[in-house]
């Protein structure tokens, strides 16, 4: 028995370090993929962009995810159409660029429709650049985590149980789409100066009416006076919320099994962060915010970092650089950036 227990010891370790060294190179190996997965799409995304062949009347939406991308879809789906609801998903009239367009090879320039309308998140940097006309939507990153967290909930398992956990990898970055920080700040410099018509959130949740017609105007559409009530009718949460069939993410990634059954279209509400984050993490996300987002113009500012009102306001456009003046009306900034 003496003379056992040493092999067996000597077993047990060296079947631990076995185990320990395959799990390592596991790991490694899983590190390895992913990178090169990501290394893959940027270089295809990129492909694509250098491909594009634009038009002036080509509109991309833009948003980092949740935040209002939906409910600009469906203004502009009201506004060059005559708003039937007779589409299966919203998809099938502003298609998902990486999601549905990319991976496939199919081209902007091959979209049946005038204007050709194609939503996205990609990043300032990946964007295909054109004459076209670029709507970014832009929301309190408060608010975005909060509305963030209930969507992976739901169809991105494993980011985070409570909301204040997958805050704070939101916060840092950890998540599809990467740094909100990064997302917005360089879409608000527009360093190659495309057409891009800066939509807030809250300013669409205080005042849907005017942000329609600013959204109109950037776009070169007239609206008929007498289409405007069924166009703000249509686009009101309420009624997207009866739809919401036509908007679900499910088209794209169908939820797993034990996913709760929530609505796609949740609350659109503006400050709910105040009701769902701890302090710390909102005092720790606006000292970021003050390091990072300070150049784009008090109103502005105070709306990505939450520091507006409750119910939200039309933000002033952010500064142009190298002393170029906006082009847009008060409440959001239709500019191509110095």
């Known amino acids: 028995m003496y003379r056992k227990r040493p092999r067996k010891t000597l077993g047990a370790l060296a079947g631990s370090m076995m185990s320990l060294a395959v799990r390592i190179d596991h790991a490694v190996l899983m590190r390895c993929q992913m990178k090169l ?4 799409r940027r270089l295809t995304v990129l492909r694509y962009g250098l491909e594009y062949d634009g038009s002036e ?3 991309f939406i ?7 991308t939906t409910w600009l879809q469906m203004i502009v789906y009201q506004l060059t159409t005559d708003g039937e609801m007779n589409f299966a998903h919203i998809e099938d009239v502003s298609p998902f660029l990486e999601i549905a367009m990319i991976p496939r090879g199919q081209k902007i320039q091959d979209l049946p429709a005038t204007p050709r309308v194609v939503k996205s998140h990609l990043s300032y940097h990946e964007i295909p650049k054109g004459p076209g006309r670029y709507i970014y939507g ?6 975005v985590g909060v509305s963030y967290h209930y969507h992976a909930r739901k169809y991105l398992p494993g980011l985070g149980n409570s909301t204040n956990e997958f805050f704070g990898r939101f916060a840092a970055g950890g998540v599809p789409y ?5 997302h917005v700040s360089g879409w608000l410099r527009n360093k190659d100066h495309l057409n891009v018509l800066v939509v807030t959130y809250e300013e669409l949740s205080a005042d849907l009416e005017s942000a329609v017609k600013r959204i109109a105007d950037f776009c070169g559409i007239t609206i008929d006076p007498a289409a405007m009530p069924r166009i703000l009718e249509r686009c009101s949460f309420a009624f997207m919320r009866e739809h919401d069939e036509k908007f679900s993410f499910e088209r794209m990634r169908p939820k797993p099994p034990a996913a709760p059954e929530t609505a796609f279209i949740r609350q659109g509400k503006v400050g709910g962060w105040r009701e769902e984050l701890d302090p710390r993490a909102v005092s720790e996300f606006q000292e970021a915010c003050d390091r990072q987002l300070r150049d784009f113009g008090e109103d502005m500012f105070r709306v990505l970092s939450g520091r507006g009102g409750r119910e939200g306001k039309p933000a002033s456009p952010p500064p142009p650089a190298g002393g170029l003046s906006p082009a847009g009306q008060p409440g959001g900034a239709s500019h191509r950036g110095a």
């Open 62 to 68: 833009v948003t980092y995810p949740k935040s209002g």
């Open 178 to 182: 990467g740094s909100w920080f990064d």
């Open 37 to 40: 997965r990501d290394l893959h």
């Open 57 to 59: 009347d080509d509109i």
């Open 138 to 143: 832009v929301r309190n990153g408060l608010d």
